[in-house]
């Protein structure tokens, strides 16, 4: 089986956008894994304000990230204006996962990378990775 660390490290992307964002703990891990990248935006339900934990302490004062309050049922983003899509176990939390999923597909880039990744169980120990090329 293929290290999902080393997948991600063959990686660059240009502009990111980290779907279900919460407290920031998928972006942290693809800053640390990804060869490279420009840009990442992070969209939550929830406003970024109201979360504060050290995940998000840690990439707060990073260049080039940012938190925007948004459903990810309705992403306002131009079609085909993201080089990578990601959601870090969250899928599970929404009311409706496929339109989710279509709507990152719609701002993905062609020849851009969707990163999946969910987990199952108490820890939400991390159980799939998929990186779909589009």
């Keep these: 089986m293929t290290d999902p660390g080393e997948v991600l490290s063959k990686i660059s992307g240009k502009r990111i956008l980290d779907v279900a964002a919460g407290s920031g703990g998928n972006i942290y891990h693809l800053i640390n894994s990804l060869k490279s990248y420009e840009e990442i935006i992070g969209v939550d339900l929830e406003n970024p304000e109201s979360i504060k934990t050290p995940d998000q302490e840690n990439i707060i004062n990073k260049n080039n990230i940012s938190y925007l ?34 709507q990152m597909f719609r701002v993905l880039k062609k020849d851009g990378y969707a990163l999946l990744s969910e987990g199952i169980g108490l820890r939400c120990a991390p159980v799939l990775l998929a990186v779909c090329e589009k």
């Design 69 to 102: 309050q948004m459903d990810a049922h309705d992403l306002v983003f131009d079609d085909e204006s993201f080089d990578i899509v990601s959601i870090g176990k969250s899928l599970h939390h929404l009311d409706f996962p496929v339109k989710v999923l279509s």
